[in-house]
């Protein structure tokens, strides 16, 4: 054994060192003075976690053997970092002699960039070049992920078999969002989407997932068949990855409860000037409640108790079964083109005719205090507020209790015991912009009134465009009916108006678990001419003005489509009115659209013929239908219920979606849109 040196330190000790490791450092040092160590191999086919400064550093120091390698993996990173013009640059820079493998990263590689920078249909077919039998596991993730955001996440066969291609390259949190994605992209296949669809006879999976979403369609409303009907699939289709582990909308049908309504709080405010409001929400409750519905002849209902009153008692001399059945009117009459479709609406629960509700007053004592009282007093749901700053205040509520307000926050809260139902502008201008793009309508015009209020309808109407792929929104304001009068002698209404400017953000795009921030929107504004539809919120008096003057501005061949939000449909329009509006499409709801002529005829006498005050009629029917369903509104995507407010389904959130019926003005009639 060799001895040992010591050496003697500043201190004076003495520390051993042993004299091989002296020597071999020393020879190291004497025959490599001047080399870097050596960098570590490039693999193209596995992940580039590092930074693009990295990848760029070793591209610089590498031999030319490597360079290609280090290129695409700084390209990759590049674009993980959002720097595209960097990560383009690199990539026309690429050498032409690339291997088999380094040219299937580097179309990839394209296909990302294409991608982020939003040239879908060219990175279809960037990606449609490539071999996916030459990819590793890592870049088929990437190369799937990489359709699927070329799809733009639209329901279609490529997308949906995209996702079944990748789930089984996932684990864990990405496996189960793969499999939640999956169902979300087969949900929203139309039913024409889903009869033309063609699969090969070897694609057992997809052909399990079909046959999941026909139970699903099948038997939502109903949540004990679908639970039934989900475990019967899972037998038939044992190793379809749905079948060994659920979606998640689907593993919540399995844990579905009914929630409690024997007991139902109505929070209202019983005084000041939203007492009228609350009068008409309470009236429709009632009614609905002592069995007025939709598709029930108003003579079927049957008289129950008054509702206890929490606080002062309201004044009940108009009772919700006693209203005199006169005629309105002027009243446009609705002629039915066809039969109704049959309500989709679920059998209201037996045990609901004997639930016990109990009316408290939000102008009187804080919410915080009514919710602790409810709770007190055994209610087991809370129907209300109505004020938006109540309903404000529910975000930062500790109550247990279910609630379904009747208004939304301005971002509503995801809270898992609270609904929100309100018949808000917004939620029309959204279902508007649905109703425009059906028709294949492409550049719209919006005619708003100046200020908040319009304000607020655009950005809802912009937010669902651009949700449906449309691009640039115009607007314009409108004022008065006086300033109207003065426009027909000054040149009229212009058919061309400013971009919304409050258009979302660009979606970011998420590649093989990396997000690639969008770049910025460039859409350009759109001048007069080719607007191909007007969508108007205007009172009755503003919109006899607005439509002359639209005919007047355009041309047989140009002339836009025009459509109106339920504003403007009012009692008392006679049949000049009804003349003069000859061709437009506007919105209400069922009620008011002529699905229930008895119940309308009922409504419109009670409140003298007060369309806003029927409006809020229809939203207390409502209120009690969705209170006897909150449970499955809350816990079952896809469940709707027919209404007379519209059809009811919840979006993310909780938030009541309507969709409305659509009439049109035709030969001084109002008919259903086909």
């Known amino acids: ?43 193209i086919q596995d992940e580039a976690s590092a930074s693009s400064d ?34 383009s640059e690199q990539l026309n820079q690429l050498p032409k002699n690339l291997s088999s493998v380094q040219q299937a990263e580097s179309q990839l590689l394209a296909a990302e960039l294409q991608v982020a920078n939003k040239s879908y249909v060219s990175a279809r077919s960037t990606l449609g070049h490539i071999d996916s039998g030459s990819l590793s596991a890592n870049q088929l993730v990437r190369f799937y992920q990489a359709q699927i955001a070329a799809n733009q996440s639209k329901p279609s066969l490529p997308l949906i078999r995209a996702y079944i291609a990748q789930e089984p390259l996932l684990t864990g949190k990405a496996h189960q969002n793969n499999l939640d994605q999956t169902w979300q992209s087969l949900l929203q296949l139309t039913p024409q989407g889903m009869n033309s669809l063609v699969i ?51 593993n919540q049908v399995l844990n579905f409860t009914q929630a409690s309504t024997s007991k139902i709080a109505l929070l209202l405010p019983l005084n000041g000037q939203a007492k009228v409001f609350a009068d008409a929400i309470q009236k429709g409750f009632e009614a609905a409640k002592y069995g007025v519905t939709p598709s029930t002849p108003v003579q079927q209902q ?16 108009q009772n919700a079964n006693g209203a005199v059945s006169t005629s309105a009117p002027d009243a446009a009459p609705v002629t039915t083109a066809e039969p109704s479709a049959p309500s989709t609406a679920p059998m209201t629960p037996p045990q609901a005719a004997n639930a016990q509700i109990k ?7 804080p919410l915080a205090t009514l919710l602790t009282q409810a709770q007190q007093d055994g209610a087991t749901l809370v129907v209300g507020p109505l004020l938006k700053e109540n309903v404000d205040q529910l975000a930062s509520s500790t109550t247990t209790l279910n609630v379904l307000a009747l208004n939304q926050p301005e971002t509503p809260k995801d809270n898992p015991n609270i609904c929100y139902f309100a018949l808000s502008p917004e939620d029309e201008a959204r279902d508007a912009a649905r109703h425009i793009w059906e028709q294949q309508k492409r550049q719209p015009l919006l005619l708003l009134p100046r200020g908040a209020f319009g304000d607020r309808v655009a950005k809802a109407f912009n937010q669902e465009w651009q949700k449906l792929g449309g691009q640039t929104v115009l607007q314009q304001g409108i004022g008065s009916a006086s300033e109207l009068r003065q426009m027909v002698n000054s040149g009229g209404i212009r058919m ?66 025009m459509y109106a939000s339920s504003r403007s449909y009012q009692a008392g329009a006679g049949p000049d009115f009804r003349l003069e509006m000859e061709g437009l499409q506007f919105s209400d709801i069922p009620l008011l659209a002529g699905a ?79």
């Open 359 to 365: 009316v408290y007053d939000t102008s009187s004592q």
């Open 1 to 43: 054994m060799l001895s040992s040196t010591f050496v003697r330190t500043k201190a004076g000790r003495s520390k051993p060192v042993r004299l091989t490791a002296v020597i071999a450092a020393a020879l190291f040092l004497a025959g490599c003075p001047s080399q870097a160590p050596q960098t570590p191999p490039a693999n």
């Open 200 to 250: 090969n006879a070897n694609e057992n999976v997809l052909q399990g997932w079909l046959d999941l979403l026909r139970v699903y369609q099948d038997n939502k409303q109903d949540p004990d068949l679908l639970k039934a009907g989900i475990k019967d699939w899972q037998n038939r289709y044992p190793q379809n990855p749905a079948a060994k582990t659920l979606p998640t909308q689907l």
């Open 496 to 561: 061309s108006g400013t971009p919304i400017s409050a258009a979302p953000a660009p979606q970011a795009v998420t590649i093989a678990g990396l997000t690639i921030p969008a770049p910025p929107s460039d859409m350009p504004a759109t001048s007069g001419g080719s607007v191909d539809s007007v969508y108007i919120v205007a009172t009755q008096s503003q919109l006899t003005l607005i439509k002359p003057m639209i005919d007047m501005a355009t041309n047989s061949r140009s002339k836009p489509a």
């Open 596 to 674: 229930n002529p008895q119940l309308l005829q009922q409504a419109s006498s009670q409140f003298r013929n007060d369309y806003s005050l029927v409006r809020l009629y229809a939203m207390g029917m409502d209120a009690w239908t969705l209170s006897n369903h909150f449970a499955e509104m809350r816990q079952l995507p896809g469940f709707q219920v027919s209404g007379t407010t519209g059809v009811l389904t919840a979006a993310p959130g909780c938030v009541i979606n309507r969709k409305l019926p659509w009439l049109q003005y035709r030969q001084g009639t109002v008919v259903p849109v086909s």
């Open 54 to 87: 990295y990848y760029l550093q070793q591209l610089q120091q590498s031999s030319n053997d490597n360079k290609a390698d280090w290129q695409l993996l700084a390209i990759r990173a590049l674009l993980r970092e959002g720097k595209l013009p960097q990560a």
């Open 302 to 317: 049957q008289p129950a108790s008054a509702p206890e009153q929490a606080t002062q008692p309201t004044s009940t001399d």
